[in-house]
Antibody, heavy 119, light 110 residues
Framework: QVQLQESGPGLVTPSETLSLTCTVS????????WSWVRQPPGKGLEWIGY???????SYNPSLKSRVTMSVDTSKNQFSLKLSSVTAADTAVYYC?????????????WGQGTLVTVSS | NFMLTQPHSVSESPGKTVTISCTGS????????VQWYQQRPGSAPTTVIY?????PSGVPDRFSGSIDRSSNSASLTISGLKTEDEADYYC?????????FGGGTKLTVL
């Protein structure tokens, strides 16, 4: 059974960079697309972007200027960096896997991690 | 920008059938597969329908998905409603290497 686990600071200072890592267990990171999705408190889901195991990426146009994703196949991990954060970036951040080697829908999700942007 | 619009909330009684719509803002919803996710409070989303009308293993056949080209919309239908179906439901599609989520629909089973 594939499992995903997000990790990183739960509190980030405004204007700083949010950094999260997703560790994949029970399966290989290779041959799949890996997405980040966030959900502000009480609001809906927002796709942030994906990274293929080769390092190819695609980002949400509304966040593209602030997002960087990377992958470490040796550790079975992928990561998210979101720069210049504001209170509007406070959300539960989920990592998820693209089903069957495609990016177009998500079959396994992490439990999510709450990141609060506050001074 | 392509958007998916869902009703904010729906409610129905146990044992009844409910349908949640997901309407595309432009283009054709039928051009790309639509997925549906269920999210219970405090939990991550889980897939109940993928590729318009496919159910993952373990999802009961009370859940079904469809596409209506005439209204450019997708629908999630849940029959024989149970109190455990009360949750938020999100439709999702994709295109040009991006994923799009609908705003979500809160289903109340009362």
């Amino acid at each position: 059974q594939v499992q995903l686990q997000e990790s990183g600071p739960g509190l980030v200072t405004p204007s700083e960079t949010l950094s999260l890592t997703c560790t994949v267990s029970g399966g290989s990171i290779t041959n799949y697309y890996w997405s980040w999705v966030r959900q502000p408190p009480g609001k809906g889901l927002e796709w942030i972007g994906y990274i293929f195991y080769t390092g190819n990426t695609s980002y949400n146009p509304s966040l593209k200027s602030r997002v960087t994703m990377s992958v470490d196949t040796s550790k079975n991990q992928f990561s998210l960096k979101l720069s210049s954060v504001t209170a509007a970036d406070t959300a539960v951040y989920y990592c998820a896997r693209g089903r069957s080697g495609w990016y177009r829908d998500l079959d396994y999700w992490g439990q999510g991690t709450l990141v609060t942007v506050s001074s | 920008n392509f958007m998916l619009t869902q009703p904010h909330s729906v409610s129905e009684s146990p044992g009844k059938t409910v349908t949640i719509s997901c309407t595309g803002s432009s283009g054709s919803v039928a051009s790309h597969y639509v997925q549906w996710y269920q999210q219970r409070p405090g939990s991550a989303p889980t897939t109940v329908i993928y590729e318009d009308n496919q159910r993952p293993s373990g999802v009961p056949d009370r859940f079904s998905g469809s596409i209506d080209r005439s209204s450019n919309s997708a629908s999630l239908t849940i029959s024989g409603l149970k109190t455990e179906d009360e949750a938020d439901y999100y439709c999702q599609s994709y295109g040009d290497s991006i994923l799009i989520f609908g705003g979500g629909t809160k289903l109340t089973v009362l």
